[in-house]
């Protein structure tokens, strides 16, 4: 598998809760997903794939929606976490620890627990 492929893969893994982890403190809209997912080296490549992303976490109960008005233009539609969406982060973030940990391991990499 060509590289490029391996990134692709890795991004649509994690990319939702990525997502869903940037709106456990604060609700966000997508404009601001898109800029802060595309300030993190090799996150976001489309913009096209978030509000499809956002219109399925919805659908799934991880994420409610609000209207607001902007300070110019149209009103956004902001995304804040459910319960749902809340525990999906921890378990999340729970798997995603213990799997880095043992990747690291493989890997020799400082920080993985030997075993």
Known sequence: MPIEG???QLRKGVIE???LAML???PRYGGELIQVLRSQ???LTSEGTIYPLLSRMR???LVDTE???APAGSPRRYYRLT???QRAVVEFQREWVRFRGTVDVIFGEPGGKQR
């Open 59 to 61: 659908a799934e109960g």
């Open 24 to 26: 456990r403190d604060t």
């Open 17 to 19: 809760y990525c997502v």
């Open 6 to 8: 391996l990134a692709t």
């Open 41 to 43: 080296d090799g996150l």
């Open 67 to 69: 209207w607001r008005e």
């Open 83 to 85: 319960k749902a969406g």
